[in-house]
């Protein structure tokens, strides 16, 4: 079984910056897994921020983020990293890391086999 938690989360004013982990344990390598980060707002459904290939060759991001977020990963310590620089008060929400078999990520939550169970991000305006 595929565990992943994250960690990472808190509460910052806008304009800072935080980092994100996602660590996967057992099951298969973790390179044979591409990585996503989604959040969730309250009152909103899960939305897709970033995604990075199985060789952390290949990276995409909402539009919403571009510029802000950078989404990497270092498979010798199976830890997906999203840092997180001039945030707003709108990137407030529950960050999740998902593991798909995907080879280049995908931006479809159902396309996720694991999940995490979420860190807090607060910012305030």
């Known amino acids: 079984q595929v565990q992943l938690t994250e960690s990472g989360g808190g509460l910052v004013q806008a304009g800072d910056s935080l980092r994100l982990s996602c660590t996967v344990t057992?099951?298969?390598?973790?390179?044979?897994?591409?990585m996503g980060w989604f959040r969730q707002a309250p009152g909103k459904e899960r939305e897709f921020v970033a995604a990075?290939?199985?060789?952390?060759?290949?990276?995409f991001y909402t539009d919403s983020v571009k510029g802000r977020f950078t989404i990497s990963r270092d498979n010798a310590v199976n830890t997906v990293y999203l840092q997180m620089n001039s945030l707003k008060f709108e990137d407030t929400a529950v960050y999740y890391c998902?593991?798909?078999?995907?080879?280049?990520?995908?931006?479809?939550?159902?396309?996720?086999?694991?999940w995490g169970q979420g860190t807090q991000v607060t910012v305030s305006s």
């Open positions: 057992s099951g298969r390598t973790f390179s044979s897994h591409a």
């Open positions: 990075i290939s199985r060789s952390g060759d290949y990276t």
């Open positions: 998902g593991a798909t078999y995907t080879q280049g990520g995908s931006s479809w939550a159902p396309e996720y086999d694991y």
